[in-house]
């Protein structure tokens, strides 16, 4: 048996991120996947209950089971979490949750950094934050030998490329809610879906259940 992790960045609801159409499709085709969204809850400095609508859609999806928003930064700036201390991440990372809290929408502990730039003082602050997953670029690889029990996990198909590795149990496939370097969701959705249809032994997981590190 296979695990699928299928994770997005950048969900929000400004345009071109806003993403809910191509979820719900993915949604109505395969009933029993599982869609994590890395969500930057002050993305350009826009809360997310500016659209009130969109967060009632979006909590129906997490109630539903199908969808879980996890942290990706805050105003999704450029090294916004990497060369700071464990004090302001936190505060960072306290903004992030409250901007879910004020949208009224459920969030998972499991963060990346936007533009995958993290520092030793943010994985510090995930973890004293309760926080049990981190997802990290290879550029960031010498973060596995920090003593931590926030599990490490990093990608291993990007979803722009044709299918992932044969030799994984547990697939992390990663792209964007919108067309970042052709791993978007719409662009990939027909290629994920064929992968997911034509696999006989595949089981969905969000990406705060993966068990153990991903390397
Ligand atoms: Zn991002």
């Known amino acids: ?46 809360p997310l209950e500016a659209d009130w609508a969109w967060c009632e859609e979006t909590r129906e999806l997490i109630k539903a089971g199908r969808i879980v928003l996890a942290v990706h930064g805050t105003e999704h700036e450029t090294s916004e979490y990497e060369n700071i201390d464990e004090a302001e991440a936190r505060e960072k990372l306290l903004t992030a949750e409250k901007m879910f809290m004020n949208a009224d929408l459920p969030f998972v502990r ?46 291993n198909w990007n979803l722009l490329d044709a299918a992932p590795p044969e030799d994984v149990d547990v697939i992390i496939g990663h792209g964007h809610t919108h ?13 994920v879906l064929q992968f997911v249809e034509k696999s006989s032994d595949i089981q969905f997981a969000f990406v705060h259940e993966v068990t153990g590190n991903v390397v």
């Open 1 to 46: 048996m296979k695990t699928l992790v299928l994770d997005y960045d950048d969900y929000h609801w400004q345009s071109p991120e806003n993403c809910l159409d191509t979820v719900k499709e993915m949604i109505s085709r395969v009933p029993e996947i599982k869609i994590s969204l890395f969500t930057p809850s002050l993305y350009h400095g826009k």
């Open 110 to 155: 499991a963060f990346k950094a936007p533009h995958w730039q993290i520092g030793e003082g943010t994985m510090k602050a995930l973890r004293r934050l309760g926080y049990s997953h981190a997802y990290l670029h290879e550029d960031t690889k010498h973060l596995m030998e920090l003593e931590t029990p926030v599990r490490r996990v990093f990608y």
């Open 179 to 191: 067309d970042v370097c052709g791993n978007g969701i719409a662009q990939t959705m027909e290629r």
